[in-house]
């Protein structure tokens, strides 16, 4: 979608082990460029979490990311320089520059960690993780791409970058791709298109089994979408946010101070630690035609 926005110069892609090992997800990134047509350079990133045991989501994508499609091997090669160095340059080359994060958090923690003053020439950075106030996809508390990887998550909450959490919850219910939604995409007859459907089929029997609904959901897209367009977010507040790393029952939990507990004097000796952060931005409805349409337009 990013490449796709004409207006919209993606600056870099930096890869993270997440769903799939980072090598997999380097060649998924490198695969997605070319379809789009692009040359926007890809930097591989962190193999694992910073102190966690890396554990893949291919029950969930597929043993290649992209639902076991046999895509053939990209004929662009990542970078040499690491995802991790990639980040601060980039950053510090595009001051304003918008951060957009798909995955865990691990290369941007490892960046923050060496140059911290870069959270400061960030406009927005746009997180797609977290189950705020709502249940996880991969523990009854949490979503995958926090919980896999919480310290670096809590490292990016409390950096000073102009956080929006947008959460697992945003791309459920009728912001789903049903049935009707995906023959309009099959019905467009592009590459593209055809791709975007197909690379999702193991992802949709897999959500099937999860929550017992039917269609695509589309964590990361909503996330860009919102990048690119924050009015299609109906509802906006802003929160003290912070991450579960300590409980193994509660590990990688988005925890949203949504009623401002904080500020209360009676709670001030249980909320110290957020009271010293700052707040980021929770997205908490959007407006699924006008997503939906996003989407159609970056496909058709």
């Given at each position: 979608?990013?490449?796709?926005?004409?207006?919209?110069?993606?600056?870099?892609?930096?890869?993270?082990?997440?769903?799939?090992n980072v090598q997999q997800a380097t060649r998924n990134a490198l695969?997605?460029?070319?379809?789009?047509?692009?040359?926007?350079?890809v930097y591989s990133g962190a193999e694992k979490p910073l102190?966690?045991?890396?554990?893949?989501?291919?029950?969930?994508?597929?043993?290649?990311?992209?639902?076991?499609?046999?895509?053939?091997?990209?004929?662009?090669?990542?970078?040499?320089?690491?995802?991790?160095?990639?980040?601060?340059?980039?950053?510090d080359a595009n001051p304003g520059l918008v951060l957009v994060t798909l995955g865990p958090l691990t290369n941007v923690g490892l960046a923050l960690?060496?140059?911290?003053?870069?959270?400061?020439?960030?406009s927005r950075c746009v997180v797609m993780g977290g189950a705020p106030c709502c249940e996880g996809n991969v523990t009854?508390?949490?979503?995958?791409?926090?919980?896999?990887?919480?310290?670096?998550?809590?490292?990016?909450?409390?950096?000073?970058?102009?956080?929006?959490?947008?959460?697992?919850?945003?791309?459920?219910?009728?912001?789903?791709?049903g049935e009707a939604d995906i023959e309009h995409v099959e019905a467009f007859n592009t590459k593209l298109a055809h791709f975007a459907i197909e690379c999702n089929s193991h992802g949709r029997e897999a959500y099937k089994i999860q929550t017992?609904?039917?269609g695509i959901c589309l964590p990361d897209p909503v996330a860009m979408c919102l990048a690119l367009d924050p009015t299609i977010g109906t509802e906006w507040s802003e929160h003290y946010v912070?991450?579960?790393?300590?409980?193994?029952?509660?590990?990688?939990?988005?925890?949203?101070?949504?009623?401002?507990?904080?500020?209360?004097?009676?709670?001030?000796a249980v909320w110290t630690a957020a009271l010293d952060g700052r707040k980021s931005k929770v997205c908490w409805s959007i407006d699924d035609q006008r997503w939906k349409e996003a989407l159609y337009a970056a496909l058709c």
């Open positions: 979608m990013a490449l796709r926005a004409p207006e919209v110069r993606v600056a870099a892609i930096t890869v993270v082990a997440g769903n799939v695969y997605t460029v070319e379809l789009c047509n692009s040359n926007v350079p102190l966690r045991t890396y554990q893949s989501a291919t029950w969930f994508h597929g043993r290649d990311g992209l639902g076991d499609h046999n895509y053939p091997t990209p004929r662009q090669s990542a970078q040499k320089l690491h995802a991790v160095d990639a980040i601060i340059e980039t950053i960690s060496k140059k911290p003053g870069i959270a400061a020439n960030v009854p508390a949490a979503e995958y791409n926090i919980w896999v990887d919480p310290e670096a998550a809590r490292i990016v909450m409390h950096s000073g970058l102009p956080i929006e959490l947008i959460g697992w919850q945003l791309c459920r219910g009728d912001a789903v791709l017992g609904e039917h912070d991450v579960e790393t300590q409980s193994e029952l509660t590990r990688g939990t988005t925890v949203v101070d949504r009623l401002n507990v904080a500020a209360d004097e009676r709670n001030r």
